[in-house]
């Protein structure tokens, strides 16, 4: 680490951030879903509401997935087989990485930062993706260890009392505004917003950083 340097560690959102969450969900709802005439932004944006409405309580993300695919039937005026909504919610770990990543998680390692994951997916899945993708981080906490999806304040508090890292030491990154930004400013956590999609930023957000990759943030935190 280069003296100096404010944090010690690094905690990432996955799907969104690593992971082109977008392109996953995107090649996975056609295949389940077959033909259906709808744009790629119509299916997204009923398959984003339809996600959050399965994680007020927590059940095991696999089942929040097939739950989610399941539960679009009506929406979208069509029948989703359980065999497809379960071949669907294992596909998660063959979701692609960003270009950037997995280069920049290892410079950040180089530079002496401890890298986390905190992710609202079951273990095993997040293990699949770390191997497949080659995420080169030192450890992770899934919403199946700490039995909550963000925005609530579980992984943040379990990572804290897992490794002893202060508020202060940690400089948590990630693209979802709902899911991360806001909550971590709750805590009085520093956040990195990797504004990977070119959203607009909410007015009750205040990331420490605003970037558009991971390569970016590699330039700014140091």
């Not at 951030?17 to 879903?33: K, S």
């Not at 410079?107 to 993708?133: A, M, P, Q």
């Not at 925005?151 to 379990?158: E, M, N």
């Amino acid at each position: 680490m280069q003296k100096g340097a404010r944090f010690t560690h690094l905690t990432f959102d996955c799907y969104g951030t690593l992971i082109d969450w977008r392109a996953g969900i995107e090649r996975e709802l056609v295949g389940a879903l077959g033909g259906i005439r709808i744009s790629g932004q119509q299916r997204l944006a009923a398959y984003v509401e339809a996600e959050k409405s399965q994680e007020s309580e927590y059940r095991k993300y696999r089942e929040v997935l097939r739950r989610t695919i399941i539960s679009l039937s009506g929406p979208l005026g069509m029948t989703i087989p359980d065999t497809a909504a379960q071949e669907f919610a294992g596909s998660v770990p063959e979701w692609p990485a960003f270009p950037d990543t997995a280069e920049a998680l290892r410079s950040l390692g180089k530079k002496g930062y401890k890298r986390f994951i905190l992710s609202n997916v079951d273990t095993d899945l997040l293990k699949e993706t770390i191997s497949h993708s080659g995420l080169s981080v030192d450890s992770y906490v899934t919403a199946e260890e700490c039995k909550s999806y963000k925005p609530a304040l579980g992984h943040w508090k379990s990572f804290m009392e897992r490794t002893g890292a202060k508020k202060e030491e940690i400089l948590h990154v990630a693209q979802s505004v709902y899911h991360d930004i806001l909550p971590t400013g709750k805590l009085g956590i520093a956040s990195a917003w990797v504004n990977r999609y070119g959203q607009p930023l909410p007015r009750d957000a205040a990331p420490l950083y605003i970037c558009d990759s991971l390569a970016s943030l590699v330039a700014l935190v140091e």
